[in-house]
C-alpha cells in the first residue's frame, strides 16, 4: 500500500512542476519582448505607435516595426503572447507541445498582422463553436490560436473597404465569427490531404478559408491588393535581440533538463510527423534546447546568406520556432533549408535576401516530417517545390491569409506525399521480390 501511495503521490507532484515550468517560460517570453518595447521608445511614442497598429489593414506583408515604430511592435507582441498564455492557464489547459507552437506562432505573426483587436473575434468564433458541440472550450483554443492566421479578414473589412466605421467594425467582428465557427471541422478534415507531413495544418485550412472569401469578394467587385511594408533600419538591435532570446531558451532548457542533453537524441530520430509532440517524448528541458538550437540555425540562415532582418522575417522565424516543439529539429530542417536554398539560387522571381523569400524560407521547415520520414534527399525537393509554389498562392487570397507558407506546404506535402508512398512502395516491392529470387535460387 505504501508503495502505491508514493507512486499516486509523485506523479503528479512531477506533472504540476513541468506544467509551471512550461508557463514559466512562456510568461518569459511575453515579458522578454514586452520589456524590449517599453524601454526603447517614450510612452507616448507607443502609445501613437499600438494605435496606428491597432487600425491598419494588417494585411501581407504589413510589417509592424515599419507601420508603428520599435517600440510598439514589440509591445504589441509581448502583449498578445501573454494574453495567449493567461487565456491557456485560465481555463487549465496542459501545455504540450502544440500549444507551445500555437502561442509562439501567436507571438511571431504580432510582428506583422495579429493585434489585438483583429485577433479576439475569431477565438469567439471558435468558443461559439465549443459551446455549441457541448465541448470544453479548453479542447479548442490551439485552434482559435493557430486561426487567428485569419486575423487581416477583421482588419481589411473594418478598416481597408471603405465602410463607414460602425458598419466596418460589426461586418469585420462578423465575420471573424463566422471563421472561428468554421476552422474547427474545417481543420478535422484537412488534415487527411496532407496527411500530416506539413506542420501548418491549420495555416492550410485557413488558406482554403481565405480563398474562398477572397474569391466572394472579388465576386462583388471588390479588389484586394497585396500589401508590401518592410523596415530596413533594425536589423543590428533584431539580431541581438533574437540571438540572445534563442540562447537564453536553449539555457533554460539544459538547467529544467538537469544540465544534460538527455532526451535531444531522441528528439533528432522522430520524424516530425504530425501529431509528435517533443515535450511529452523528451520532456520540456530537451524540448526547449532543440528550440533553441532551431532558431539559431534559422537566424544563421539569414545572416550567412547576407539578409536582413524585419517584422515578417522575425516573426517567421519565432513561428517556426515554436514548432520546433511539435516536429521540427535541426536534422529534418537543414534538408528543407538546402532545399529551399537551391530554389532561391536558381530561380529569377524574386531575390534570395528577399523578405518574401526569407519568410518563405522560415516557414518552409513547415515541412520538415517529409524529410525526416523519407529521408534527406526528398527533403530538399520539398523546400525545392515550396519555393516554387510559395509566390503563386497568395494571389489566391490577396493576403488575407497570413500562413501564406502554410497554405503552400499543404499543397506541396498533398503532391508529394502521395507519389512519395508509391514509389517507396515500389521500391520495397523489389527489394522483397529480389530477395525471394535469391533464396529460391539458392
Known sequence: MKNKTDVIYIHPQKRIVSQKRKYLYLTFTGLFFLLVGLVSESPAANWKGLSVILTSPSNLLTDYLALGGFGSAFINVG????????????????????????????????????????????????????????????????????????????????FGMDFPFVWG?????????????????LAAQTLTFHRGFTLYNIGFTSGLLAMAFTGILRLFSYTIEEHSLTSTEYHYPLMCILLTF????AVCGFCFNSYRLTGLRDIFETSGKLTTDFIANSGIGATLINMGLVGLLLSSYVLIIGGKLNGPVIGAILSAFGFSAFGSHVRNSFPILIGIYLASLLGTFHELTSTGMLVAAAFGTGLAPISGFYGSIYGVLAGFLHIALVHNVSSLHGGLNLYNSGFSTGFVAGILVPILDNFTAIRKEKRHLGKRIIKKNH
Open 246 to 249: 534563442f540562447c537564453l531558451t
Open 169 to 185: 467594425i460589426l461586418l469585420g467582428n462578423l465575420a471573424g465569427v463566422i471563421i472561428g465557427l468554421l476552422l474547427p471541422p
Open 79 to 158: 502583449i498578445l503572447t501573454l494574453l495567449s498564455v493567461l487565456l491557456a492557464y485560465r481555463h487549465q489547459v496542459m501545455l504540450n507541445g502544440p500549444m507551445f507552437a500555437s502561442i509562439l506562432t501567436v507571438t511571431g505573426f504580432s510582428f506583422f498582422g495579429k493585434n489585438l483587436y483583429n485577433s479576439i473575434s475569431i477565438i469567439l468564433g471558435v468558443y461559439c463553436y465549443a459551446r455549441f458541440v457541448h465541448k470544453p472550450f479548453s479542447q479548442y483554443i490551439m485552434i482559435g490560436l493557430f486561426g487567428s492566421a485569419l486575423s487581416p479578414v477583421v482588419s481589411y473589412i473594418t
